[in-house]
T-cell receptor
């Protein structure tokens, strides 16, 4: 069974731009969670989607948004990028019935 | 910032030695997970714990869910060079859909 895939793996943007990251969960998994990882703050939860509905949201500004499609694939969008948004963005998939989450390789976003 | 207190921050050990690390939280969790992350990759799930007092092994790894439900421990026995990496604990609270709270990580360095 294929693991979690994320595209693109690397991205360079400039301040003020917006970006969309994509995540394909493990086949059969209906839950997708997104995390931001930085050296200073570690791994922080952004939001979680299950069956196209956002069930939980972390403490990030409204510039961070996401959605989930009927095939469970998920996207997250960051608008009006700031230098501090530079980070590794990780998505994790799960069945939604157990709490185990399986991570993708991440998207490394650099904001210049 | 970090929600969990994970210690130690780093460990320098010789091949063959045992490794112990732990996490404590001010919150009660119903799930504790332990992950390992290699550079440039996403975290890989090592062990999942669901019951207070539960002791679970995965090869040379053993983890325990503390009876207070506010702590967890991970032990690695007879370390080998491929054990190098950053180990994270993560906890999930009841009704906190898809949201894992992570420790800051323990960096393990194994010398021959």
């Amino acid at each position: 069974k294929a693991g979690v895939t994320q595209t693109p793996r690397y991205l360079i943007k400039t301040r003020g731009q917006q970006v969309t990251l994509s995540c394909s969960p493990i086949s059969g998994h209906r839950s997708v969670s997104w995390y931001q990882q930085t050296p200073g703050q570690g791994l922080q939860f952004l939001f979680e989607y299950f069956s196209e509905t956002q069930r939980n949201k972390g403490n990030f500004p409204g510039r961070f948004s996401g959605r989930q499609f009927s095939n469970s694939r998920s996207e997250m969008n960051v608008s009006t990028l700031e230098l501090g948004d530079s980070a590794l963005y990780l998505c994790a998939s799960g069945t939604g019935q157990s709490n185990e989450q399986f991570f993708g390789p991440g998207t490394r976003l650099t904001v210049l | 910032g970090q929600q969990l207190n994970q210690s130690p921050q780093s460990m320098f050990i010789q091949e063959g030695e045992d490794v112990s690390m732990n996490c404590t939280s001010s919150s009660i969790f119903n799930t504790w997970l332990w992950y390992k992350q290699d550079p440039g990759e996403g975290p890989v799930l090592l062990i999942a714990l669901y019951k207070a007092g539960e002791l679970t092994s995965n090869g040379r790894l053993t983890a325990q869910f503390g009876i207070t439900r506010k702590d967890s421990f991970l032990n690695i026995s007879a370390s080998i060079p491929s054990d190098v990496g950053i180990y994270f604990c993560a906890g999930q609270a009841t009704d906190s859909w898809g949201k894992l709270q992570f420790g800051a990580g323990t960096q393990v360095v194994v010398t021959p």
